[in-house]
C-alpha cells in the first residue's frame, strides 16, 4: 500500500503511551539488538547537532524532490509526542524544513523530524533544542507545487514507516518499532540494559569479554590459533 | 573568462560596504531566498566546527591538485572583510589549508575561507575562531610546483564566483551573491526577514501553514483528499 | 603477510616509549609531514567527537563484514598505552564497537579505537572521554560467527599497518608511524614545531609567506604574472 | 513482518501467470508510471550487461554482509519463472553470487537475480546470458556462517519485496509489482504503450511534445516568459 | 546572470559552424588540451552507451529537480546540429528524458543530450543510436509541474555553459567550447593533434617519451634518484 | 619502506614465469580464493571495457595527484609481460593515461594498466586492445612537476604492491598475487578449477548445493527452520 500521492489520514493508531516511555529510556542500539537487529535507517541518517534525541510516534509523510508542500499538510495532524518522518519519491537533499516549520511543528507538540532530504536553520534549530536527523544539510530553497501523502506507509532511509509506529532517534542514528511490537521490544529492551550493567561492571573491572561470555571454546572450534609472538607465527606459516 | 592558469590580479572591484554589512545581519537559506533560489555552493561545503560565520568580500583562487602555492599569492592580496575562496582545477581533498595560512590571512584581515578541498590542523581554527568551509578534513601536505591564478573567476562547489563577490557562509552553507545585485538581495533579504517575524508569531501560537500561507484551496485543487482515519484510506482504495 | 584469518599474536614488539611520548606532542599533520608526506589513512576516517586525541602503540585487528568476535580477543592482547586499529576484510559500517568494548579496552590500558567499519554509542564514549576514529556511525549490531586475526599485518583505510607501530589520531585524522622509524620521525616532527613556531609569528605580524618562504622568484620562473586589476587582465587577454 | 534471520518458507503464492507474461512485454520505465510512479529500487542497482532483461516472480532472500549460505537455501524453492531478489542485513558489496550458482539457479528454472550485494564471474555470467542486476561487481568471496532467511518480505535496494511479487528488470533499472496489483499493472502498462504508439508518430513527423500534450497554457500560467533573443532577455532584467 | 526560472529565449547566436565542423574531428581530451586545461564537465557525467559521440551547439535547460517540463519547451529552439545541454537546480537522478524525447529531438535536428540528471529507455536510446551522457540511468518518472529556462546560463556538473557554446562528447566526458573561443580552439585542437601523429610513430618503435619529450635533465633537478636493483635502495634508504 | 617519492629502482625480481603462466588461465574470484580471500583491490577498480583480461608481472608507480609525470619514468623499467600498476598519494580521478602512453607501454611489452586514478582515451584503447582498470575515466589532462617513484613498494585500491608480484584483472576486479607465493597460489588455483567443473556438472543437472555441499546439517545446527507455506510462518510468528 506504498504509493501514489494524494491522500491525507486525519487520525492513526499511535503506539501506545506506556510502550514509548518505556523506550524513550533506551538507546536506538539497544532497542535495535532487542528487536532482532531489525528496524535500523540507513547510516546516512545523522542528527543535525550532537546529543540529539527524539523517542514518538510516526506521522508520516510522502514528499517529492525539491517540494516540501506536504510538511504543511503534516503539520495539522500532529499531536503531543508525535515525531514526524518524511520520505521522498526520488533522491533528494534540499532544505526542505527550517526554523519557521519547526516553529510550528513544535507549537503542535511534535518533538522532532527524521527526514530522507536536507535541511536548513541548524543554528537556529540547535538554539531551540528541536531535533532533526537528515540526509543533508543544505539551504536550498523549494516549491509547493506537487502534492504526496501524509500518513500512509512510506520508505525512508531504507526502512519501511507505518503512521503510529515508534521512532526512536539518537547519535546513533534512528530505528522504527512497528506500533504492534512496541510493548514487546520495549520489555526486550529494558531486560537488555538490566543485563548489560552486569556486564559492565565486570568488563571494567577488567574481566575479559572472553570469559565474561564464555567465548574461548567456540574460538577455539572455529579454528583460532594462539601464538605467543610473532616469531612464532612465522615458524608456523613458512612450514 | 574561466581559465588558463598564471594570471594574478593585485586589486578588484569589490561589492560595496554597506550592502556587505546588512548581508552579514541574514542567513545563507533567507539570502539564498532572496536571490531567486539561486547562487549555492554544493550540499558537501560544510564548516569545519559547528556555529562558523562568515560574510565578506571573494578573493578567488584556482589551485591545481595537490598544490597551495597559490594561497600564499592570495594573501598578498587579501584586504580586510576578504574572505578566500579556492576553486581546483581537479577533485582533490588535501589539506591545503591550516593554522600558518590561517595565521597570515588574519593578520591580512581575512575573514574566513571557503575550499573545494581539504583543510587541516581543524582544532587550533577552531580555537582560533577562523572559519573553514571545506569539502574534507584531511591532514594530507601538498606540494607548491604548479601555477594557478588568483582574482580570476573561478568554479567552486558547482557555483562560479567572481572577485569582489559577496561571500556568506554558516551552518547551512555557502552563498555567493553578485557583487552588482549585492544592494538588491541585501534589501530583499532584510524584507524577508521582517515578513518572517510575523508568520513566526503566528505559527507559535499554533496556527497552521496551511491557513497562514493560505494553501487549502491550491492542495484542494491539486487533488489531495483527506480520509478521517486509515480505514476510509482503505475503503477508498479498494473501491 | 597480511591475510588468511585465523591468528591470534600474544606478544608483539612495540615502539619505545620514548618516541611515543614524543609523538604525542604534535599533531597528526605534523608527523605526516615529518615522516615525508605518507602515512594517513583515507579521509573518510573521521572522529567520533570533536577534540578527540590518542597517540599509542597498535594491536592490530582482522575483522569480517558484521562481525565484532575478533575485538574481544584483541581486549586480551591490549596494554596501557595502546591504540587498536581495525581493518576488515571487505567494505562494511556496521556499529562492531560500543560501550561495553570501550569499557573493557580502558580496563586493560587502552587509549582509544582505529576502526575501518562503523562505531556506536557514541554519546556514551564521548561522555567516557574514549576516543574512536572511524568510517561510519551506525547502531547496527553485528555476529560472532567467523574469526579473522589480531596482531598481524593489516590493510585499514588505504594504510598498511604492523602490530607495534604507532597510531596518532586526532581532528585532522590518522597517520601510523612504523616502529622503526619513531625516533627518526619524533625527532623530526619536533625539529618542524620548532621551526614553525618563528615563522608563525613572522606571519601574524603581518609578513608574507612570499617572502618568509621566498617564493617570488620561483613564482616568476614558473610564468605567474602579476596585473595591476581586471583592467589589465582584459587587455591582455584580447590581445 | 520484515525480519529476523532463521526462516525460510518452502511454498509461496506467485502472481498469476498471465499478468507476469503482459508484464514482460513492457520495460520498467512504463511499468512503473502505470503503477503511478512508485516500486522502484535505487539507482545503484544496475544490470551487470547492456542488454539484460527479465521478469518473474520473486523469491526473496535475506544475507548477511559477506554470507551467501542463504542462496543455497534459495536455490531449492526456485521454480520455473522465478527471479532471486537478495536484500542483506547491512550494506555490503562482497561478490555472493558468481557463476556456479547461477548454474544451479538456472537448472532450477530461474530467470535471473537482483542483489543488493556484489556480483562476480560477470564474464561467464555474460556468456551464459544469466542476467544479473546488482549494486557492484567484486571478485570478493564469501563465507557460510550465519544464517538469513528465504521468502519472507525483504527490504532491498530501498523498496519492500514480497515473495511471489512481480519482479521486472532492464537496462532501466528494476521494479517490484505486487503480486495483487499485477494484473491492474499490467493492463495499465498495455494501455500506455498502446497510447505511447500515437504520440511518437507524431512527434518523429516534428510536431512539438508542447502542442501534443497541450501545454501552452498550462507554462503560460506558470509564468514562463518567452523572448526573442538574448538581447531581449538583458533589456527585460535590467529594468 | 545564471539565475531565476521563467525565461525562455527563442533565438541565440551559436558558434560558427567551420569551427564545429572542425572540433568534431577531435576528442573531448585533446580539446580540453588544446583549450588550456579547462571546460570539462564532471566525472559523473557518463555515456549512456560505449561509443557515443556528438559534437554540437548548446541549448541549454534549467530543470527542476523531478521535473521534465522544460525539457518539452526546449524541443522547440532547437536547431540542426544541437546538442541539449540540461543543468538542475538541485541534484537529481530522475529519468527526466527517454525515447519518445529523443524522437521528438532528434526530428528537430538535435544531436544528443547532456544532462546533469538520469535518464531512462536506455535500450531504445541505444538502438536508435541518440547519445546520451547522464549522472546516472534510473526509470523514475517525473512531473511537469514547476517552470526553468531555456537559453540562458546554466551549471552543468561543475561548469558554465552559456546558450550557443560548442558541446563535444565522446567515451572520455563532456568539453565545453565558449563560442568566442571555437574558432581558437579548434585550430589549436587540430594543431595538436598533427604533432601527436610524430609522437605515436616514435613511441610505437619503442623510442622512450622520456627522449621524444626531453624529461631527463628536469626529472634529475627535481631530485630523482636512479638505482640498479632493490638491494641497491635498500642500501640507501638505511645509510 | 612504502613512501618518499623520488627512488626510481631499474630491475627488480619478478615472479617466476611457470607461474605467471599458470596464472594466467585462472579468474581473479578463483585466485582470490586461492590464496585465502585476501588481495583484491577495492571495488571501485573497474575495466574501462568489458572482456578485458591481463595477467602479468608488477612494475609500481607512485604518482601525485594530477600528475602524470612518473609513467614516462616508468614506461623505460617495462619488461615484456609486465602490468604497470599506479597509486597516488592522495585521490585524483585526472585522466593521467591515453593512447600516447598505451603506444609507448605496449612498444615496451606491457599488457595493460592498473591504476588508482583516472584514464582517457578509452574508444582508442579499447580499438587498440590495451585494457586498463581505472578508478574513473575522464579527459582531465595533467602536469608534469612533481617526482614520485617507481619500482617501490605502493598501496593501490587499498592494496598492497610490491615490484614483481603478479597482477590479475579481468572483468571482476584485480588481485595482487605476492611474488613468493604466486607458485603456490596457482597450484591451488588450479586445482579449485578442477574441482569446480565436478561440482558445475552437477549443479547444471540439477542437484542442490545443500546435497553436494553437504549443508543441511550445519544450516539445522545453526537453527534455520521450514515452513511448508506463509500461513505456517505467520502461525509460528504469532504464537
Known amino acids: 500500500m506504498i504509493g501514489p500521492s494524494g491522500f491525507a489520514v486525519k487520525s492513526v493508531t499511535r503506539a501506545d503511551a506506556a510502550s514509548v516511555a518505556e523506550l524513550a529510556k533506551h538507546g536506538v542500539a539497544t532497542i535495535h539488538e532487542a528487536m532482532g537487529r531489525v ?41 503531543r509526542g508525535d515525531v514526524a518522518v518524511l520520505g521522498t519519491s526520488s533522491n533528494n537533499t534540499d532544505g526542505m524544513f527550517g526554523e519557521l516549520l519547526a516553529t510550528s511543528f513544535r507549537a503542535r507538540g511534535a518533538l522532532g523530524l527524521v527526514t530522507d532530504a536536507g535541511c536548513r536553520d541548524v543554528a537556529e534549530l540547535r538554539d531551540m533544542g528541536f531535533p532533526v536527523w537528515s540526509k543533508a544539510i543544505h539551504a536550498k530553497g523549494t516549491v509547493k507545487a506537487t502534492i504526496g501523502s501524509v500518513n500512509t506507509p512510506i520508505m525512508c532511509a531504507g526502512a519501511l514507516v507505518h503512521p503510529g509506529d515508534v521512532v526512536v532517534a539518537d ?14 521490544v520495549a520489555a526486550a529492551a529494558a531486560a537488555r540494559d538490566a543485563k548489560e550493567a552486569g556486564t559492565r561492571k565486570r568488563l571494567a573491572a577488567g574481566e575479559l569479554g572472553l570469559d565474561v561470555y564464555g567465548m574461548r571454546d567456540s574460538l577455539a572450534k ?10 612464532a607465527l612465522l615458524r608456523e606459516r613458512s612450514k
Open 39 to 79: 528496524g535500523l535507517l540507513d547510516t546516512y541518517m545523522r542528527p543535525i547537532y550532537p546529543g540529539a534525541k527524539a523517542c514518538g510516534t510516526a506521522v508520516t509523510i510522502l514528499a517529492h524532490p525539491g517540494d516540501n508542500w506536504m510538511l504543511h499538510v503534516a503539520a495539522e495532524m500532529l499531536e
Open 171 to 184: 547519535d546513533d542514528g534512528v530505528v522504527i518499532v512497528p506500533k504492534l511490537q512496541a510493548a514487546r
Open 222 to 231: 572455529a579454528g583460532l590459533k594462539y601464538f605467543e609472538d610473532e616469531a
